[in-house]
Nanobody, 116 residues
Framework: QVQLVESGGGLVQAGGSLRLSCAAS????????MGWFRQAQGKQRELVAR???????DYAESVSGRFTISRDNAKSTVFLQMNSLQADDTAVYYC??????????WGQGTQVTVSS
């Protein structure tokens, strides 16, 4: 059973930066995609960023140019560097991993709060 453990959330002022980490209990090589969703209070969960095993990345339009996703296969960890944070980025961020069979694993979520 794979477990994903997130860290790095917190409170930051608008314009600041945070780096989220998502550590998998096993190797992430078998995952064809890993990334982050977020869910703000009263809103639907939305995809923030995704990195495939082939090396491609894609981002939500709202974070493009500000957020960067990266994978460290040796450490079984995925990172989300978030710069120029805005109040609208406030949400619970969930790490996910997708297997080649299409199954998903989820982290427990980490709160990011941006004060304006």
């Amino acid at each position: 059973q794979v477990q994903l453990v997130e860290s790095g959330g917190g409170l930051v002022q608008a314009g600041g930066s945070l780096r989220l980490s998502c550590a998998a209990s096993g190797s992430i090589i078998s995952f064809n995609a890993m990334g982050w969703f977020r869910q703000a209070q009263g809103k639907q969960r939305e995809l923030v960023a995704r990195a495939t095993s082939g090396g491609t990345t894609d981002y939500a339009e709202s974070v493009s140019g500000r957020f960067t996703i990266s994978r460290d296969n040796a450490k079984s960890t995925v990172f989300l560097q978030m710069n120029s944070l805005q109040a609208d980025d406030t949400a619970v961020y969930y790490c996910f991993a997708r297997t080649v069979r299409g199954s998903y694993y989820w982290g427990q979520g980490t709160q990011v709060t941006v004060s304006s």
